[in-house]
């Protein structure tokens, strides 16, 4: 029997090894002797202290005194302990990971600590390894949402002005017909389009006509009300939906985005004078579909260019269908 637990004790995985009370090994099996490179015949009767100088510690001191004295158990875990055994010279302590568990013997009248020792390295390893995966998974997720994020606002806007697009524009048409046909409120679609900007493109180029366009976006947007919305159709095309008390407020704003475009734009040292032309359609006096008061406020401003430019017109279903 005691070949056999001889030979279970060098075959375990794990460190296994024996203190009495004056901390002299007497087991010491040969997962020890494997890591350590230190032979059962050099370890054997040497004080522990000496075989393992981290045991000089005073909470492990306390831990096998309180096994030895007071019939204490004691879990470690290499979390917070890191190692207690440590390797041959020439091995990287710091990547060695060991939990250990002290636990009390009895034989006859005296008392020893038994010390196991399990190698958790590898398993700290894929433990670290997949907090990095983790981490890489976590980021990439950001970065992928930051991604759809920017896709959705490029999808929505334009480019160059970075006002809602015609997409946009519709949804918050449709949107705000919805709420108006609820709550029984009026809406103006302003369809707005710059006279002679091809001249301006012509004339000074198109980086020139681009900045043309973003001033004309800038004057547009702070013209009309904060809870309105314009838009750019494309072009030298902007569309504005506004809310409205009476229908007539529609002529209000309209008037205020021509004297909005009464003084020139300076561009590149270049002082150019453009006017604009607004077809208007109101709802619901002019329709209930986006594309139909869309259409109708397309009319009212071909009508204006029509007849000189540089105005406004509302939407006149008799003679405009």
Known sequence: MGNLVSQALNKANM???IVDRHLKVVVWNGWLERLTGKSREEVVGQNLLEVCP???????LNILQNALYHGQSRFCSSALHKAFILPNE????????????????????????LIQITDMTNMNTRVYKLKNLIKELETEYTKIKISEKISKHMSLHDPLTGLPNRLAYNDRLAWAISNAQRSDSKLAVMFVDADGFKQV????GHDVGD?????????LSETIPTTDTVARLGGDEFIILSHLKEDHDAEIIAKQLEAAFST??????????????IGISLFPKHGQEPSELLRHADRAMYKIKKNGKN???IFEPESDE
């Open 15 to 17: 460190g296994i090894m």
């Open 211 to 219: 900045q043309v366009l973003l001033e004309m976006a800038k004057r």
């Open 311 to 313: 105005g406004y017109g």
């Open 54 to 60: 981290r045991f000089k510690s005073n909470v492990y």
């Open 201 to 204: 493109n012509d004339t000074y």
């Open 90 to 113: 020439g091995e990287d302590e710091h990547l060695i990971r060991q939990n250990m568990h002290v636990e009390p013997l009895y034989q006859e009248d005296r008392c020893y600590a």
């Open 264 to 277: 020139h734009f300076k561009i590149a040292g270049n002082y150019i004078n453009l006017s604009i032309s």
